[in-house]
């Protein structure tokens, strides 16, 4: 259709540009609402199938939730089975806090570094440095677990070395990187100006960050610190290589113990689908999915209180 | 052997239907076996003989783990052609889902009692094994070794080599106990046994070195003579299972497993005993007949 | 006019907590990077000497000792490879959907919660599912294919955050520019705010491979955990025997060690899963060198002075 | 080309907020119009109303009418991005596309269908000379806009803004970041444009508007408080307010 | 209590930048100095330098010599924190802690020692008077201070700083984002203010210099062009630029 120049085409001219940026914003948000849906239909397919199976263990193989959630003996394997999880879920939450509690100040502290004391070096240094911790494979985390600290504890602490306490130092590693990040950023964020308030009233540094600087992040760091958990809390095969697997709740950090995600590992291989035992191990998955949500959901609350 | 042909439609694994003429020589297609991760490692290097046979250039064979659980239920529900499995279907899965099922039996496994060196002790008897796994005894000095407390490495209750052990060792069901350990895997049991005063633990044969030694069982090394002969009583079949009777390209890969060449060599190469050396024979129910 | 009175000794005590305080934050701080180089040393130091140029490129053994990696890390190569080929174009067009289209409001809250709980979601679950959905119910077999989707549903979310914050980060000056001037919205995001916010994407990509190419748990029941033998000479990607066949088995390097580590009965079975481990590591390292280093280059193409049409 | 242009009772919220509050005003053809008035009094979020940009912030709202030529420019049915070839816009920041001199300008004849290579070297070439750009850059058209001063940088978005052949062109504070020398080739640029033009001027700069525009408007708190020829409005204001922003007494 | 307060061949550096180019001006007591010129000039770097405020800056570097009762505050001995405690800074835009009314106030003086609840009272009820803030707040006190408008804002934080009783007060534009009557509150507070101390305070709003201040100083390109009373500056500057600058030529 190459016309010559005639009024048509001045007429098509004038008329294409609009034609061509409706096509042009159909095209986009075609496009980016497929990608969306994808998005969607994959976590509603992971729920739905999560759920369905995990479900199974109380409608179908009658198993009380009672059981489930409070009895503390697991053997599935036995002639009369028992479905206890409680030491599951005990050792779940165990490590996860403790990896916390371990975790938290020294990420905060390499957060403060980064922003507040040395902000040069600890860009230059430190953040590629934790960048690259998070960079590194759970597999490569739990062969370290259990070839140096496992060893460490057991010939200095005492115990077997496996246990509660070497699987939480293990996950306070992995966590490193999540809660120095988050709470990296929020330090960042600040307007400038508060620090410079407190400075110019003669505030020492440390009186600005413990005063000023850290109540104001503070729902920024804990949304780190539960963010570092969500991670722990799903994390297997570097806890399930050091932890120990009994299925029993502890009596001491340096006592073999076992997580959800551990008790799953192990036995997800080597039960039929379909089986009571493990159906069982579906319905920690689920309740793995639904501490997932939990754990989201509490990061919300903070970020909203952080937006107040 | 191949008219039946049941079951074994499904992922990667087109059935030999040229092989259907069964000439031997034209066999193509291609075979999936999945499960027992202790049984993978021979599947595995059996498979890829197979695939350098010029005879079989035209089957491709595919190994995978995922434990013998996965194995026995992918088969079952015709997802693979071969389902490997320590144990025997019946132990796993429904009866009814179990009676589709053909058994190929193709090596036997057996399983040593092992010790940390810090034990002291050179043999157990079978009550003194018992109660130590049910935790009635807790120090090594009862059953005649040094001062020294005693930490279970299990594997875990779900386990084939579990079973086994449980089943010819103790000859009963034990739970498993607050502070024992539970390992997926028998790299991770044996360097803990090694490695902890005072552990105790079961392997497969091929894991023993010298820097493990297996302990006796009533007196009786384990061994393969003693296994052969029956005087050794920790050992299990390993399986491959099929679903109904195998298609012309997954009953070769199976026949060929039997071969001379195959048990003689490669069985044994990686530490498991021939099932054509064994002078007796063991049915669901573990009941012995020579 | 009453001054405040100066207590002296709050101040001195002030100073001395300062000073604490600070020793502490920096000490900690370096403890980190303590962690980290004992991390990295320990791994070097364990693999490093077990690496060679066989090493990387023979197949492993499963009884004798001098196996490789070979396949294992052709196959991380090419799972991350196909994994990338998937996420990128859908975490692009989601992520911007998020940053560019999506109204505020509770489908968007929703979206944000999906792809929160994504993220943090048990990469063990994702593979079991990839086991049933991919493996099984999609009839994809263990394949390369169902491991890369598996990957997909495991780093997609990360790839949607990375965009969405890239596109966040191009000024809000750039946008209104492009539509003051009377273009779609679209060619905006390509034209003008792409190129911008290109540099933090493929810096946050790359990172993001560092991840993908770690991951084994995800991997054990959709990828597989074996390699059929492979022929590089072949590469028809409908033959079974191609290395870019994606529909055969594929282990990884990651699944590998976790295999040796297990399993292993080769008489080096710890120094192979040592140096495994030493190339990972390794591999990661790069990743992370790449993606600082093309992100800075790319950053100084993209504004720098000596810019080229 | 003198179409009339107007607002008849326009007001703009943000949210519950109400920022502009039922402005009519019309602009004048071949002329500059100034608006003034203390910060926060809505100047900008005016400005932006006349060619829609204040559509892509969430949550504002506007009421009333915008007449061009007849057609309402409030409707709904109003293709934006035609009307926003029409209307041009420059802001306080510079902001160049981060590309090359050249592409800035060519970029927007290029999407509107001009492709042949020596058509927008003529494009490029002409709307330079209008920003008063030319001289200083014809020589390095293939380098990075961002390597070009504050204020050349603000000239270019001018050259960029009249690429496309509008026929309104709005300015909020388009020198109040730059040097003096800059202001006044800016200043001088506003005076020569309006001759094939309407410009709309927001500043600051009470001596700047008494400059360069014909027209002045005064907004307070989001009203229209005065409007008229410059020249009364800064001898000769019948608001108190008006007299004392312009005396400097706030703002 | 009229210690003399002096700069001398101060020098501000970002990196190789040089921002502040060798100024000696002196500060007389009981008087307002205003610190006047075009963006990026320096003021708001030099007025920063003289609480030392300039060392939290990663990169800027001084020489120079800036001097209070005799002692080189420029010394690294120097207690920049009892030396920030004597010279008070408010910024343009207000910038209050995300804590309570209260707490804003009495953050300062607790850290001087001051535990006293009673004493911590007053000295809360004082600053607020003295900002002119009392009034209005005191019914709210534990209310979080980010309740406040901004022009409350803004004497709250004139009210934190005049907490811990400095001798100087630097402001940098404090009215600049204020609505006329929140301007008209801050003027009349610097106005009552520097009976009790020095203040200098960086304008933009020519009428304000020549409304609050006693002394202005003309600042271009990093370099003090003019100093002095500021009628005389107003009426009869001896720089072009100067003059310029202040008829609205520029900036
Ligand atoms: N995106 C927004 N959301 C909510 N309120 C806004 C937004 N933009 C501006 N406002 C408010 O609308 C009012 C008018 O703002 P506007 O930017 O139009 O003022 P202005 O006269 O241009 O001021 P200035 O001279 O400082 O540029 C102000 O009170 C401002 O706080
Ligand atoms: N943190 C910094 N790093 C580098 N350069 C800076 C920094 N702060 C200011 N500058 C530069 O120093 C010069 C002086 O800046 P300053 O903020 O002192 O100007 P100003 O006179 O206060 O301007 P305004 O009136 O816009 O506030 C400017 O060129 C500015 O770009
Ligand atoms: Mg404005
Ligand atoms: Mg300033
Ligand atoms: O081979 P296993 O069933 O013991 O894992």
């Not at chain 1, 999540?178 to 407190?198: F, H, K, Q």
């Not at chain 2, 003194?128 to 049910?134: A, K, V």
């Not at chain 2, 090594?140 to 080599?161: C, E, L, M």
């Not at chain 3, 080929?85 to 692009?92: A, E, R």
């Amino acid at each position: 259709m190459e016309q010559s120049n005639t009024t048509p085409r001045e007429a098509r001219r004038r008329a294409w540009p609009m034609e061509k940026h409706r096509v042009e914003d159909w095209i986009g948000k075609i496009y980016t609402s497929i990608c969306v849906v994808f998005l969607i239909a994959v976590i509603i397919s992971i729920v739905y199938f999560v759920t369905s199976k995990g479900v199974a263990t109380f409608a179908v193989n009658g198993v009380s939730l009672k059981e489930f959630f409070l009895g503390t003996n697991w053997n599935p394997q036995a002639d009369t089975p028992s479905f206890g999880a409680l030491p599951f879920i005990t050792g779940s939450f165990m490590v996860t806090l403790l990896a916390a509690l371990i975790a938290s100040p020294l990420s905060i502290s390499a957060a403060l570094f980064m922003t507040e004391i040395v902000p040069s070096f600890g860009k230059r240094i430190l953040q590629p440095a934790i960048e690259l911790l998070s960079g590194i494979p759970s597999v490569v985390y739990g062969f370290i677990g259990l070839s140096v600290i496992v060893p460490f504890l057991r010939e200095h602490v005492g115990g077997q070395g496996i246990g509660i306490g070497a699987g939480a130092l293990v996950l306070s590693i992995m966590i490193l990187p999540t809660i120095t990040s988050v709470a990296a950023d929020a330090l960042a964020s600040l307007p400038r100006g508060l620090r410079e308030a407190s400075y110019a009233l003669g505030a020492t540094r440390w009186q600005t960050i413990y005063r000023v600087v850290l109540p104001t992040v503070m729902p920024a760091l804990l949304t780190g610190i539960v963010l570092g958990m969500a991670r722990a809390f799903g994390e297997a095969l570097a806890v399930q290589m050091v932890i120990g697997n009994s299925p029993h709740i502890p009596t001491s950090l340096l006592e073999s113990a076992s997580t959800l995600t551990s008790v799953i590992t192990l036995g997800m291989g080597n039960t039929a689908m379909g089986s009571i035992q493990n159906n069982a191990l579906w319905s920690m998955a689920l309740v793995l999915m639904l501490m997932t949500f939990v754990f989201v959901l509490i990061i919300r609350l903070l970020e909203r209180r952080n937006r107040l | 052997a191949c008219g039946s042909n049941t079951g074994t439609t499904g992922s990667g694994s087109t059935t030999g239907t040229t092989g259907e003429a069964s000439t031997g020589t034209e066999l193509s297609g291609s075979v999936l076996a999945v499960g027992s991760t202790a049984l993978q490692p021979l599947v595995d290097q059996v498979a890829q003989k197979f695939m350098a046979d010029s005879k079989y250039a035209n089957i491709s064979v595919q190994v995978q783990g995922g434990g013998s659980g996965t194995g026995l239920t992918q088969v079952s529900e015709g997802q693979a052609n071969i389902g490997n499995s320590d144990v025997f279907a019946e132990e796993k899965l429904d009866a009814d889902k179990a009676k589709e099922l053909v058994d190929h039996q193709v090596a036997v496994v057996a399983i040593a009692t092992v010790a940390n060196e810090a034990a002291g002790v050179t043999n157990l008897t079978k009550q003194q094994l018992i109660d130590i796994f049910t935790g009635k005894v807790k120090n090594w000095k009862d059953v005649g070794g040094k001062d020294q407390a005693i930490v279970i490495v299990n594997r875990p209750s779900s386990s084939g080599t579990r079973a086994t052990y449980e089943k010819f060792a103790l000859g009963q069901k034990v739970e498993d106990l607050a502070g024992s350990i539970q390992e997926d895997s028998s790299g991770t049991v044996k360097k803990l046994v090694t490695e902890t005063p005072g552990a105790i633990g079961y392997l497969a044969l091929s894991y023993l070195d010298d820097s493990l030694k297996a302990i006796q069982y009533d007196g009786v090394d384990a061994n393969v003579e003693n296994v052969e002969s029956g005087k050794y009583p920790v050992w299990a079949y390993e399986h491959m299972y099929t679903k109904g009777e195998p298609d012309a390209a997954t009953k070769a890969l199976l026949d060929y497993m039997l071969t001379d060449e195959v048990q003689n060599s490669d069985v044994k190469d990686l530490g498991y005993i021939s099932i054509s050396g064994m002078q007796v024979k063991r049915d669901v129910d573990g009941k012995i007949t020579k | 006019m009453s001054t405040v009175k100066v207590n002296h000794k709050a101040r001195k005590r002030a100073k001395v907590t300062d000073k604490v305080a600070t020793v502490l934050i920096v000490t900690f701080a370096m403890a980190i990077v303590a962690i980290l180089l004992g991390l990295l040393g320990f791994i070097l130091f364990r693999g490093l000497g077990h690496i060679s140029w066989s090493f990387l490129t023979t197949v492993p053994q499963t009884m004798r000792a001098g196996g490789g990696i070979g396949p294992q890390l052709f196959n991380s190569l090419f799972l991350l490879f196909l994994t990338m080929l998937i996420t990128v174009p859908l975490g692009l067009g989601a992520g911007i959907y998020m940053s560019e289209y999506a109204k505020p409001g509770k489908l968007t809250n929703f979206i944000r919660l999906v792809v929160e709980v994504l993220s943090s979601f048990p990469s063990i679950v994702i593979g079991l599912f990839g086991l049933l959905l991919i493996v099984n119910t999609f009839n994809l077999g263990f394949s390369l294919l169902s491991g890369a989707l598996a990957l997909t549903i495991f780093n997609l979310p990360l790839m949607v955050r990375i965009t969405e914050q890239a596109f966040a980060g191009v000024p809000k000056e750039q946008k209104e520019a492009g539509l003051a001037l009377g273009l779609s919205k679209w060619k905006i995001i390509t034209s003008i705010m792409l190129p911008v916010a290109i540099p933090s994407l493929i810096t946050g990509t790359i990172l993001a491979s560092g991840r993908v190419f770690g991951e084994a748990a995800a991997l054990l029941f959709t990828a597989g955990m074996s390699t059929p033998p492979l022929d590089f000479s072949n590469w028809n990607p409908l033959s079974p025997r191609s290395p870019i066949n994606p529909l055969r088995p594929a282990e990884t390097l990651a699944v590998y060690i976790w295999k040796v580590n297990s399993e292993g009965i080769a008489p080096d079975a710890t120094q192979i899963a040592a140096g495994a481990s030493a190339v990972l590591v390794i591999m990661v390292l790069i990743f992370n060198l790449l993606a600082r280093f093309l992100g800075r280059t790319l950053y100084r193409y993209m504004t720098a002075l000596r810019r080229m049409s | 080309m003198a179409l009339p242009f107007s607002t008849e009772d326009l007001s703009i919220y943000y949210g519950e907020y109400q920022a502009v509050k039922n402005i009519s005003m019309s602009f004048p053809a071949q002329s500059v119009t100034a608006l003034i008035g203390p910060s926060g009094c809505g100047k900008s979020t005016f400005l932006r109303s006349l060619n829609r940009m204040n559509d892509e912030i969430a949550g504002s709202r506007t009421t009333g009418h915008i007449w061009m030529d007849g057609v309402d420019l409030t409707a709904s049915s109003t293709d934006v991005i035609k009307l926003r070839q029409r209307i041009g816009m420059v802001w306080q920041r510079p902001n160049p596309f981060f590309k090359s001199i050249y592409e800035n300008i060519a970029f927007g004849p290029r999407y509107y269908g001009t492709k042949n290579r020596k058509q927008l070297d003529e494009i490029v070439e002409s709307s330079l000379r209008k920003a008063a750009l030319w001289d200083e850059v014809k020589d390095r058209l293939k380098e990075s806009a961002l390597s070009l001063s504050g204020g050349q940088q603000q000239r270019l978005c001018i050259a960029r803004a009249l690429s496309v052949t509008p026929q309104i062109l709005l300015l909020d504070e388009p020198a109040s970041a730059l040097d003096p020398v800059s202001t006044g080739k800016v200043e001088e640029l506003i005076s020569e444009l309006k001759d094939e033009l309407r410009i709309v001027i927001v500043t600051h700069n009470m001596q700047q508007a008494a400059r360069v525009s014909n027209y002045t408007a005064y907004f307070y708190l989001g009203k229209l408080m005065e409007h008229g020829e410059t020249d009364t409005i800064f001898t000769n204001p019948t608001q108190q307010s008006t007299q004392d922003y312009i005396m400097g007494r706030f703002g």
